[in-house]
């Protein structure tokens, strides 16, 4: 009790299990400068495909690229609240949250998603029900929700979106962001496209001061929001 657990420097290749193909945490983790590659959640229920955390964690400075899970978080699992820094994740899947998933409160700042696949949910991150999510100062590029919503960001409560890029998303419903509450600001959206309604946009409550550019929804409503 009371402990808190720490990774530095270190590389993760090829690793596999159920939950957190190469790291799982059961008490308050932080994990820095670290790289993951290749590691996999197998499973039908397995979450986190690189870390998953069944407590509240940090991940600062870390890379994740081709990490997978069967259900949620392709790289990085949060049972707990958390924080994700400087960080970049690439071509990561799951069912829901093809990179980040927050089953409680999240923070996501400085980082960079690209090419992130969810089958239902949140194409690069999920925000579960009852949480409150925060991304700022991060870029968004070719995330899918293949048959689902938010092809980069997905947030089935509040959230608050800032100082954010989001280019080339896709998703059946908010190419770039579903949200079921909250604000909008100080972004840019290009070329995202949501195939029913929301080119970049489903839901929240204000968008504030954002560019919006040649984003589409084909066979639904609001090409922009």
């Not at 495909?49 to 990490?67: K, R």
């Not at 980040?100 to 029900?129: K, L, R, S, W």
Request: glycine share 16%; with cysteine.
């Amino acid at each position: 009790y009371g402990a808190i657990g720490t990774v530095i420097n270190c590389n993760f290749t090829n690793n596999s299990a159920n939950m957190g193909g190469a790291i799982h945490s059961i008490c308050p983790g932080n994990v820095t400068d670290c790289n993951f590659v290749d590691n996999a959640a197998t499973g039908n229920n397995s979450v986190g495909g690189a870390v998953c955390f069944e407590n509240s964690g940090y991940v600062e400075n870390c890379n994740f690229v081709n990490n997978t899970a069967y259900s949620g978080g392709g790289a990085v699992y949060f049972w707990g609240s958390g924080n994700v820094t400087n960080c970049n994740f690439v071509n990561n899947t799951a069912g829901y949250g093809g990179a980040v998933y927050f089953d409680e409160n999240g923070n996501v700042t400085n980082c960079n998603f690209v090419n992130n696949t969810a089958n239902e949910y949140g194409g690069a991150i999920f925000f579960n029900q009852y949480s409150y999510g925060i991304v700022i100062n991060c870029n968004f590029v070719d995330n899918k929700a293949t048959i689902g919503k938010g092809g980069a960001l997905y947030f089935a409560d509040k959230g608050i979106v800032s100082n954010s890029i989001f280019i080339n998303n896709t998703a059946d419903e908010g190419g770039a962001i579903e949200m079921m509450s909250g604000n909008v600001t100080y972004c840019n959206f290009i070329n995202n496209t949501a195939y029913s309604d929301g080119g970049a946009i489903w839901g929240c409550d204000n968008v504030e001061n954002c560019n919006f550019t040649s984003n589409s929804a084909p066979n639904g409503n609001g090409g922009a929001n």
